[in-house]
């Protein structure tokens, strides 16, 4: 059985790196930078790398058109044929499209964590902290991911990296609007010797303006999209209910 197992694992570790050479084969240069950005986007999530992603998108598609091959074999119809081929081309484009919204949920958590990060990075600013030690409370108190982001451009600036790339490489990696709007205001007030205590006051009322309008506008849209629910399941119910009394006794009466 030892035996076996160790048979079974070195198959498993020929076949990845070849899978993988594969992959970086016919990926083209430009499909894998755009997969990478989308795992920094996502926060590089530990049980997904780049060489993984790469892989997965080989194999689905080839199990997806295996599976097709079999569901078409038996008796082979147009409808069925592009059925086929439709879940083998969308089963190449399922690793990033998990990514992307992963990513969406993450900027999302990046912004509603935004205000109240900022808050806490004023108060210690003005209780006498400077910008990035305040910074680095923030990402030690916080456990979303805008707290890992704060603690990862403090690592890349103890690496040697100058403000204004580690701030860049921030911006890059989240792809929120509203946080790099909060690093050019940083930026700006680095370059032209302006408070940080006031701008960090300014971007967080600003910050907060945004939630509550983007709660407001989410608040807005409901009744629009209850509609739909409710002409579809609600009314018709609604309908028989009322109406399907008077539609018997009509059919009695002519009868």
Avoid at 28 to 44: E, F, H, K, M, N
Avoid at 148 to 157: A, I, M
Avoid at 158 to 179: F, K, N, V
């Amino acid at each position: 059985m030892a035996r076996a197992a160790a048979s079974t694992g070195d198959r498993t570790a020929v076949r990845t790196p070849t899978l993988l050479r594969l992959a970086r084969r016919t990926t083209p240069a430009a499909a894998v930078r755009r997969i990478d950005r989308l795992l920094s986007r996502a926060g590089r999530p530990p049980a997904w790398p780049l060489e993984r992603v790469l892989v997965v998108k080989i194999v689905l598609p080839v199990v997806a058109a295996a599976l097709g091959l079999l569901y078409v074999s038996g008796a082979p119809r147009p409808l069925s044929v592009g059925l086929s081929v439709l879940v083998t081309v969308v089963a190449h484009f399922v690793p990033e499209l998990l990514l992307h919204s992963r990513a969406q949920e993450r900027n999302q958590q990046i912004q509603l964590e935004l205000a109240d990060t900022l808050d806490q990075m004023t108060i210690a600013v003005e209780a006498g902290l400077g910008f990035e030690s305040a910074m680095a409370r923030a990402g030690r108190n916080g456990r979303g991911p805008l707290a890992e982001e704060l603690v990862r451009t403090l690592q890349d600036v103890q690496m040697g990296l100058s403000r204004r790339e580690a701030y860049a490489a921030l911006a890059a990696r989240t792809d929120t609007p509203d946080l790099r709007r909060f690093i050019r205001a940083v930026v700006q007030a680095d370059a032209y010797g302006i408070s940080i205590a006031d701008v960090l006051r300014t971007q967080a009322a600003e910050m907060r303006l945004k939630r509550r309008q983007r709660a407001e506008e989410k608040a807005m849209q409901i009744p629009v999209k209850v509609i739909f629910p409710l002409m579809l399941c609600i009314l018709p119910v609604l309908f028989i209910v009322l109406l399907g009394p008077a539609a018997m006794d009509i059919v009695d009466a002519l009868g």
